[in-house]
Nanobody, 127 residues
Framework: QVQLVESGGGSVQAGGTLTLSCTASGFPDKRYLNNKLSMAWFRQAPGKEERERVACIEDDGTTEYRESVQGRFTIFKNNTKNMVILQMNSLRPEDTAMYYC???????????????WGQGTQVTVSS
């Protein structure tokens, strides 16, 4: 059974730093994912219905970022620990949201495309 478990959320003041981690386990044979496995971070802000993709890293290491976090957030993988990490610097109040780890074969933009999700971790940034 596939499990994605997030950790590292919390409350910080604007300008602060947080590091989110997502540990993956139980993935089926990668052939079922076209031999690729991409990992993404989404967030859902209070009062908003949709989740928006923050960052994604593809199987070959290629990264994609939402424009509003470009230059502040960094996504990278620790393949030995089956972990994907989101380093968040210069946090802003508008970054406040529940952050979710997701996985699928490719770095889809839309959340509906992802088959695997974690339970989420809360990030709160105060001004």
């Amino acid at each position: 059974q596939v499990q994605l478990v997030e950790s590292g959320g919390g409350s910080v003041q604007a300008g602060g730093t947080l590091t989110l981690s997502c540990t993956a386990s139980g993935f089926p044979d990668k052939r079922y994912l076209n031999n690729k496995l991409s990992m993404a971070w989404f967030r859902q802000a209070p009062g908003k219905e949709e989740r928006e993709r923050v960052a994604c890293i593809e199987d070959d290491g290629t990264t994609e970022y939402r424009e509003s976090v470009q230059g502040r957030f960094t996504i990278f993988k620790n393949n030995t620990k089956n972990m994907v990490i989101l380093q968040m610097n210069s946090l802003r109040p508008e970054d406040t949201a529940m952050y979710y780890c997701a996985s699928d074969a490719l770095c889809w933009i839309l959340p509906d495309k992802y088959n695997y999700w974690g339970q989420g971790t809360q990030v709160t940034v105060s001004s």
